[in-house]
C-alpha cells in the first residue's frame, strides 16, 4: 500500500545544495501538516525534473501471463525479509504477515485482454474535485487544506471504491480490470517492477515494511506529486504504476481454500470473482509499502477509503480502432 524539505523556487545546482533540498524533513512536521511536497524526486542518484503529464495511453491487449509461479513467490518473499520486519515475512500466525497476502498472487495463468486505455498518471487531487464541485463524486475524507494530502498536483486518496467507480464513470470510463492493470504495469507480463526487472528503491515512491513504515529514501516521505519518477515509468508511459498510491481496480478479492487467488484455467478479458469478502482488489504498492509490494504481481484488497489508495481510469476501445 514523502516530502522533501525544499519549498518554492529552483534550487541552488551545486551537489551539495541539491543533497540538502532532498534530504527527508523531519517527520513530526510531516505529521502535524506542516511541510509541502517537492516537484523533484532523485532517480538513480540523479535529480530528474518531473515533466507535464496527462492523458491517456492505448494498449493493444494481447495474451500474457498473469499471476506468480511458486518460484516467483519464493522471490517475492525473499525480498519482503530484507525489511525491517522481514522475520516476519513467512509468519503466517502474525497478523500483519505479507506471507498470505503473497501466496493470493497464485497461480499463474494465461490471460487473454481486448485492446482498452488507461490513463497516464493516477487522478489527482485537481481533477477529482472537479468532479466533486458538480456533486457527482463524494469529497475525500482528508480535510480540506491537510498539506499531506490536499495538494493539487498529489494523487487523490482518502476514496472509496465507489468515489473512484463514479468519478470513471463521469469521464466516460470505469476503472480497469486486475487483468488491465496488471497488463499495463508489467508490460504484457514481462516484468517484475514497471520498469524492468531490477529491484531499484529510487525509481518510486515507496515506504518499509517496518514498525515505522515512511521512507524518505527516495525523497519523500509521503505522496508525491502525480509522475515525479519518470524514470520509474513503464515503456509505454504510465506514471506511479508502483508506489505513491496504491490503486483500486475494478475486481473483488478472494482466495481459494489453498490461499491462492487465481484459478488455474486460461481467461479472456476476466473481470474478478463474483464475491469477495475482503473487499476490492488495490494493486502497485503506496508510499507506505516496502519494495517487495511494489512488484507489478503484488496485490492487496480494502473495504474503506484509506490514506494509501488512489486510483485511475481505463477506457474500453473497439478493437479495429487505431493505436495511437
Not at 516530502?3 to 534550487?11: F, L, M, N, Y
Not at 519482503?80 to 500466525?93: I, K, N, T, V, W
Not at 527516495?218 to 506529486?225: C, I, K, Y
Request: proline share 7%; charged share 25%.
Amino acid at each position: 500500500m514523502a516530502t522533501s524539505c525544499h519549498e518554492g523556487g529552483e534550487p541552488d545546482a551545486s551537489p551539495s545544495r541539491l543533497a540538502l533540498s532532498h534530504r527527508p524533513q523531519r517527520v513530526a512536521r510531516f505529521q502535524l501538516g506542516f511541510e509541502r511536497g517537492d516537484s523533484r524526486a532523485p532517480a538513480n542518484g540523479v535529480v530528474a525534473l518531473r515533466p507535464a503529464v496527462e492523458g491517456r495511453v492505448r494498449l493493444p491487449g494481447g495474451r500474457f501471463v498473469m499471476g506468480s509461479t511458486p518460484k516467483e513467490m519464493v522471490r517475492a518473499v525473499a525480498m519482503c525479509a530484507r525489511e525491517a520486519l522481514g522475520a516476519d515475512c513467512e509468519d503466517s500466525s502474525r497478523a500483519w504477515s505479507p506471507a498470505p497476502v503473497i501466496r493470493a498472487e497464485g497461480h499463474a495463468h494465461e490471460v487473454t485482454l481486448s485492446p482498452f486505455e488507461i490513463d497516464r498518471t493516477e487522478v489527482t487531487v485537481r481533477a477529482y474535485r472537479q468532479c466533486e464541485e458538480i456533486g457527482v463524486c463524494p469529497p475525500p475524507s482528508f480535510a480540506r487544506g491537510d498539506a499531506r494530502y490536499d495538494r493539487p498536483d498529489f494523487p487523490v486518496t482518502h476514496v472509496r471504491w465507489d468515489d473512484a467507480v463514479a468519478y470513471c464513470t463521469w469521464l466516460g470510463g470505469r476503472l480497469p480490470t486486475e487483468a488491465e492493470w496488471d497488463f499495463a504495469a508489467s508490460g504484457g507480463g514481462k516484468h517484475v517492477f514497471p520498469w524492468g526487472d531490477l529491484e531499484n528503491g529510487h525509481l518510486a515512491n515507496h515506504g518499509a515494511f517496518a514498525v515505522d513504515p515512511t521512507d524518505g529514501s527516495d525523497g519523500f516521505l509521503g505522496l508525491a506529486p502525480a509522475g515525479s519518477f519518470p524514470d520509474g515509468a513503464t515503456s509505454t508511459g504510465l506514471y506511479d504504476m508502483a508506489g505513491n498510491a496504491a490503486e483500486w481496480v475494478h475486481d473483488l478479492y478472494d482466495r481459494d481454500a489453498d490461499g491462492f487467488g487465481y484459478p488455474r484455467s486460461r481467461e479472456t478479458d476476466p473481470t474478478g470473482p463474483s464475491q469477495g469478502g475482503d473487499g476490492h482488489v488495490v494493486r502497485g504498492g503506496s508510499y507506505r509499502d516496502g519494495l517487495f509490494m511494489l512488484r507489478t504481481a503484488a496485490r492487496n484488497a480494502s473495504v474503506l477509503a484509506t490514506r494509501e489508495i488512489g486510483f485511475r481510469c481505463a477506457y474500453s476501445v473497439a478493437a479495429s480502432a487505431p493505436l495511437n
